[in-house]
């Protein structure tokens, strides 16, 4: 099983994928595989902008930044060995392989835009150390427009929407009603 959680930057989905993680059903052997770790790092490839300095910077709002060949070989693997994948990044919705996967269910974690700046202002600034300044700058010129182009139009594409602002811990028994659902496992067909 496949299960991708897919939503703005602050809206709690690796937050989810280890509740998720945390409260998996007996017999499922959970791997988490997080988008973030899957950014490029050669500057031949994704989307690099120059900081005010002129220092070319990741584009990680843009979705030819993320190693697509990598992703999809790490999903690939995991489901061929059975486990139940929970894929949580900003585009993991757009994941191909899987696709026929019965029982793939493709989850948008919604939170208010104000609410994911706090969040990540917490994350990255308060906790992190990263400047203030950079980050708000970071949004307002880029990270919003991103988010509108490429990460809100999956909202349609995914089966279950949960609320990013709900304790973690409700979502995830949301998301694991719903698996049963899409497996057949509940006695509820998807066609009810």
Known sequence: MLITLTGG????????ARALAATAPEGRDVVLLHGDDYFVTDPATGVWRPDPRGVPRLDVGEPA????GHWERDVAAALRAGRTVVADGLFAATT????????????????????????????KCV????????????????RRDAFLRHVEPLRDHCALVVDGARPAEENAGLVWAASDVATGRSG????E
């Open 65 to 68: 930044s993320l190693d697509w």
């Open 96 to 123: 191909t392989t899987g696709r026929a996967t019965p029982g793939r269910l493709d989850v948008f974690v919604d939170l208010d835009a104000d609410l994911r700046l706090v969040r990540k202002i917490q994350r």
């Open 188 to 191: 509820i067909s998807r066609s």
């Open 127 to 142: 906790q992190g150390g990263f400047p203030l300044d950079v980050l708000l700058r970071n949004y307002t010129e880029a």
């Open 9 to 16: 930057p602050g809206a709690g989905k690796t937050t989810l």
